[in-house]
């Protein structure tokens, strides 16, 4: 069965899902501190990636990781959002949930360090 809450197929479904991702792209720099910091810190840190006389796999891992970061913050922040539309609540699910997202966020954290150390030095 096709979900009612589904757009129009083809083109216009693609075209619709890029306006759907842009106010995805605003809530979280409207809403979340922590987005607002990791896109400056992507600003900053993809084209010095570009800039790096390292290979172009080596770039490539680069921006990789810090895109990473952008995208489980995103996946986190809906996490949070969705608990909170359930039920605010204190609950133990709920808790389990966004520090399980907010542990998400952090391995990607550790990991872009750990990429553009292993590509400059290693």
Not at 14 to 39: M, P, Q, T, V
């Amino acid at each position: 069965m096709r979900s009612p809450y589904k757009g129009k197929p083809g083109l216009k479904r693609i075209w619709n899902a890029l306006f759907y991702s842009l106010d995805g792209f605003a809530a979280a720099f409207k809403h979340e501190d922590a987005f607002r910091l990791e896109i400056l810190l992507a600003l900053i840190l993809i084209p010095l990636a570009l800039h790096m006389p390292v290979s172009g796999i080596g770039r490539a891992l680069m921006v990789a990781a810090v895109l990473l970061v952008l995208v489980v913050e995103l996946i986190n922040s809906s996490i949070e959002a969705i608990t909170d539309r359930v039920s605010l609540e204190n609950h133990v699910l709920a808790k389990r949930a966004k520090d399980m997202g907010s542990a998400a966020v952090m391995l990607a954290l550790i990991n872009a360090p750990v990429v553009w150390l292993l590509v400059i030095f290693g």
